[in-house]
């Protein structure tokens, strides 16, 4: 069965969840509810707007938002995204999925534009994957 609400969840709900978001928002429109959230949210990430734009899906809007304010009886299915980080907690008996996708955003400044678009990208499409997949087995 398709969830009726998902929650992504990542540290800084500032790019892997964001992107998520909006994925999902478009991939499964008004049938399920899409939320994200962070354990210690930030600011949605500049580089997941840029090349969620690409695609035609805007987080110009999006704003991140700590887990503690996500009611758990509004939730379906928690998404986790971490890969080398601890993700956060969130508790209830809810089913589970993880995405360990790692996280795009780095702080080195070695790092050209394009190869952090490129970073975010990939993560884009990781997710895309994991998304077309959650639909095809949810029906």
Known sequence: ??????????VANSARSQMA??????????????????????RVNP????????IGIDLTTHASKSVDTI???????????????????FLGKIQRLH???PDPAHDDPSSSREQMLERFRTA???????????????K
């Open 1 to 10: 069965m398709t969830p009726t609400s998902i929650l992504f969840l990542c």
């Open 21 to 42: 978001e909006g994925l999902a928002r478009s991939r499964f429109g008004d049938h399920v509810r899409v939320q994200s959230a962070g354990s210690r949210p930030s």
């Open 47 to 54: 580089y997941a707007i840029e090349v969620m734009r690409e």
């Open 71 to 89: 009611d758990p009886a509004s939730v379906d299915l928690v998404v986790t995204l971490c890969a080398e980080e601890v993700c956060p907690v």
């Open 99 to 101: 995405w360990p996708i």
């Open 124 to 138: 884009r499409g990781q997710i895309q994957a994991r998304l077309e997949e959650l639909a095809a087995t949810a």
